[in-house]
């Protein structure tokens, strides 16, 4: 399915569910003004062609115990491959994603750490993967993402 295949109604549908994962096929087909047995077959659709990959928790994880985010700035030599770029983050569980990126730095690598100490002992591995020639590191104060309604 092409992006040229989507239309407003779809376009509707995923913005919702992006909002609101939880919604129901009829509170849906309310809010975009059909009757669930066509919303439910689009949301369907868009699930089967891989538009809508799956449904997520969004989870508050200050209210779990002493946990924060952080991210870190990865610059690499100049003849490092992007999937050696990825790979040395990768098989950290404590890394929530690695994104490429075009100029300066190379990438940038999300971190979910219960403190200061356990966030200097991931920079310090990543250091020594033999890539890596510099990082910057970035603690999170506070978060907001549209669609995610935490608290």
Not at 9 to 19: A, C, K, P, S, T
Not at 96 to 114: C, L, M, Q, S
Request: charged letters at 25%.
């Amino acid at each position: 399915m092409a992006a040229s295949d989507i239309d407003s109604v779809d376009r509707q549908i995923l913005d919702l569910l992006i909002e609101n994962g939880r919604r129901t096929v009829k509170e849906v087909a309310d809010l975009v003004g059909l009757s669930p047995s066509p919303v439910r077959r689009r949301i369907e659709r868009l699930e089967r062609v891989g538009i809508i990959a799956g449904y997520t928790a969004v989870v508050d994880e200050s209210r779990l115990g002493n946990t924060f985010e952080a991210f870190a700035e990865l610059r690499f030599a100049g003849n490092t491959k992007v999937a050696e770029i990825t790979a040395s983050a990768r098989s950290i569980p404590e890394v929530i994603g690695v994104y490429t990126v075009a100029g300066d730095p190379d990438a940038i690598v999300h971190f979910k750490v219960n403190s200061v100490q356990h966030l200097h002992q991931l920079i310090d591995l990543i250091r020594r993967d033999g890539h890596v020639i510099g990082t910057k590191t970035l603690m999170v104060l506070d978060s907001w993402q549209r669609g995610k309604q935490v608290g």
